[in-house]
């Protein structure tokens, strides 16, 4: 495995005494910069096939109670007393290069578009844009300049397709909501694999689900361009071929902790095939794979303020990054990259409990639960269940003090989903010891991950611009004379139509 040699060296050198690293880094940053001027990288560190993965909405907490979560749930015991040092790790642990800041363009906070497209095209841009830049102008993508370089490419997501990450790479939009439109084009992309879920945006307006507000058929116009369509899980195992459009939920992937394992498969399962197939295909033997890969719904748990979710989430993404580095060891010339666009809910492990700040966090609490707010919260508003009953049954909270049957009984009164939603995850954050700082995303750095033939240019706090920019180097493509080609091929269309108008 001569791949990871580079990245192993790189976190020797930062476990030399502090003054040797010092000087050790100096040499890595002098290195990085003469590469920055340098042509695209070729020969030993040049990947011939990248993985970029993100982990939607992680920030540093979300690793730390997986991992927590994981030695606990492996039998390690909860309490201090016998608990082993070193233990379980995630498989992400092993391949921590650094930290990127995540700011947007017109904002200290990113939203996921702002963050992808940073990743996708190396620049920064406002909230809500996807792949275009802060005047609304298409950004050329890595997946776009992969293409024109003949390499296999792929989407996999647990939200819909259409949603701002992984449209981010194959969709040029000054507003991220018009997902119709994003279906549109992540079709004529001619994307080779793209696995996920968001039906309603690929189904005509006549389909009882769609969301489309026209009569085109999506899924059929993918058929008749040469796509499989698969739905389930059954028709996910019996694909063999690309190109393949796997479309397995209306709308977003149900929650881990929700879902039928037999109706929809893992990131993991789909992250595996997608490597095998792009990578075994014609175009993929011959000129390499690109592949970005989204655990999307730790974000969306994150937003929920729901911790067991949340983590179930986090546990599945680094299952699929062990899986994408198997595939890089045996394959010797793939960059695995993971990181976040930016953190989601400020998680806390150790929080204020009637005043008093704890010094624990208890996972045994989040192993009780069995099910996320938001199925909870329908059988309480919707079918009427008794909110300690769901919370007995579902989250193993026996009882419940004065003020917590008060709030239930509030939100229950007022139908407030909201509101019911606050009261589960104060109420289960308090027996686990985790709290929440906001529903929205934070502008907390985030994690940075690698393995394989280039990581070490990776290593260090970056901007999280320098993923897109270096990326790009590393596959020896030119985004900004891509962008400038994808603009002319825009304003000749606008010419020919308006001429024949
Ligand atoms: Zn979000």
């Keep these: 495995m001569q791949s990871a040699f580079p990245l192993q060296n790189a976190l020797l050198l930062m476990r030399l005494p502090r003054s040797l690293a010092a000087a050790a880094l100096v040499l890595l940053f002098a290195a990085g ?21 993100i982990a939607d909405g992680a920030g540093p907490a ?10 606990y749930r492996q039998g390690e015991p909860e309490g201090l007393d016998g608990l082993p040092e070193g233990g379980v790790r995630l498989a992400l642990d092993a391949l921590e290069l650094g930290s990127i800041q995540t700011y947007a363009a017109n904002s200290r906070i990113t939203d996921s578009a702002a963050g992808a497209t940073a990743f996708s095209t190396g620049h920064k841009t406002n909230n809500g844009f996807v792949a275009v830049d802060t005047a609304g102008r298409p950004l050329a993508t890595l997946l776009e300049a992969a293409q024109r370089r003949g390499m296999a490419t792929g989407l996999v997501a647990t939200s819909r397709l259409t949603h701002a990450t992984p449209a981010s790479f194959a ?22 694999l793209m696995l996920g879920g968001g039906r309603r945006h690929f189904l005509p307006q006549s389909a009882e689900d769609s969301e489309r507000e026209d009569g085109r058929d999506l899924l059929d116009e993918a058929r008749e361009a040469g796509y499989t369509v698969v739905t389930g899980r059954d028709g996910f195992q019996q694909v063999d071929a690309l190109p393949v459009l796997g479309v397995f939920a209306n709308g977003h992937l149900p ?28 175009r993929g033997r011959k000129n390499g794979v690109f592949l970005m890969v989204e655990g999307s719904r730790i974000d969306h748990a994150g937003h929920n303020n729901d911790a067991a979710a949340h983590l179930r989430e986090t546990l599945a993404y680094d299952d699929a990054v062990a899986a994408a580095q198997r595939f890089a060891e045996r394959d010797g010339e793939t960059l695995l990259l993971s990181t976040a666009d930016h953190g989601t809910g400020g998680l806390s ?9 704890r010094y624990a966090w208890k996972p045994s609490a989040l192993a009780e639960v069995e099910a996320s707010h938001g199925v909870m919260m329908r059988q309480v508003i919707e079918e009427g269940a008794d909110p300690a009953t ?17 709030m239930l009984a509030e939100a229950v009164e007022a139908e407030s989903y909201g509101r019911l939603e606050a009261a589960l995850s104060e109420i289960i954050g308090r027996r686990a010891v985790v709290g929440w700082t906001t ?26 611009t320098y993923v897109g920019a270096e990326l790009a180097e590393l596959l020896g493509v030119d985004l900004d004379a891509l962008t400038a080609e994808i603009r002319r091929e825009r304003e000749e269309r606008a010419a020919t139509v308006a001429g024949s108008e």
């Design 439 to 464: 529903g929205g995303h934070t502008a907390a750095d985030v994690g940075l991950y690698g393995y394989g033939p280039g990581a070490e240019r990776f290593v260090g706090h970056h901007d999280n």
């Design 62 to 71: 979300s690793f730390t109670m997986a991992r927590d979560f994981e030695r």
């Design 171 to 192: 969709a040029h939009t000054p507003d991220r909501w018009k997902e119709n439109k994003i279906a549109r084009q992540l079709l004529a992309h001619e994307v080779d």
């Design 390 to 406: 769901v919370l007995r049954r579902q989250a193993g909270v026996d009882s419940l003090a004065a003020g917590e049957r008060e």
């Design 33 to 53: 910069t003469a590469s920055a001027q340098s042509p695209p990288a070729e020969g030993r560190d040049a990947p011939r096939n990248v993985v970029l993965m």
């Design 255 to 282: 929650y881990v902790i929700d879902r039928d394992s037999g109706k929809i498969p893992s990131l993991e399962a789909m992250t595996q095939k997608a490597l095998r197939l792009l990578s075994e295909s014609e």
């Design 349 to 357: 492990l150790g929080r204020n409990i009637d005043g008093e700040g």
